[in-house]
C-alpha cells in the first residue's frame, strides 16, 4: 500500500485546514486509516483513526476540533481541523493498517504550521 498525504500549509492561530491522503495498492485489505502527527523534539501520536466499518477514536487533544471521515472504497482519508492552536504544529502522517497480519504503511508526511 503507498500512501499520500496533502494539504498541510501555513494557518493562523484559530484557522481551519482540511489533510487528505490518499491509498493505492491492496486497499481492499485496508482495515483502518489513520492520521499521526510528530512536532519538533516528540514523539508521534495519535491524532484519530477511522475503520472500514465507520468507527472513530481521537486522541483527547483534537477531539473536538477535528473530524476524520473516509472513502467508502477506503482509498482516501481525510482529516478537518478547526481552531488550530500553534501547539498543533507537527507533521502529521496517514497510517493504513491491513488484515489479515495487522501490517502498517506509513506515508510520508505534510507540515503544517499554525502562527500565532
Known amino acids: 500500500v503507498q500512501l499520500q498525504a496533502s494539504g498541510g500549509g501555513v494557518v493562523q492561530a484559530g484557522g481551519s485546514l482540511r489533510l487528505s491522503c490518499s491509498a493505492s495498492?491492496?486497499?481492499?485489505?485496508?482495515?483502518?486509516l489513520g492520521w499521526y502527527r510528530q512536532a519538533p523534539g516528540k514523539q508521534r501520536e495519535l491524532v484519530a483513526v477511522?475503520?472500514?466499518?465507520?468507527?472513530?477514536n481521537y486522541a483527547d487533544s483534537l477531539k473536538d476540533r477535528s473530524a476524520i471521515s473516509r472513502a467508502d472504497a477506503m482509498n482516501r482519508v481525510y482529516l478537518q481541523m478547526s481552531s488550530l492552536k500553534p501547539e498543533d504544529t507537527a507533521v502529521y502522517y496517514c497510517k493504513a493498517v491491513l488484515l489479515p497480519g495487522h501490517m502498517e504503511y506509513w506515508g510520508k508526511g505534510t507540515l503544517v504550521t499554525v502562527s500565532s
Open positions: 477511522i475503520t472500514r466499518g465507520g468507527s472513530t
Open positions: 495498492g491492496s486497499i481492499f485489505n485496508i482495515y483502518a
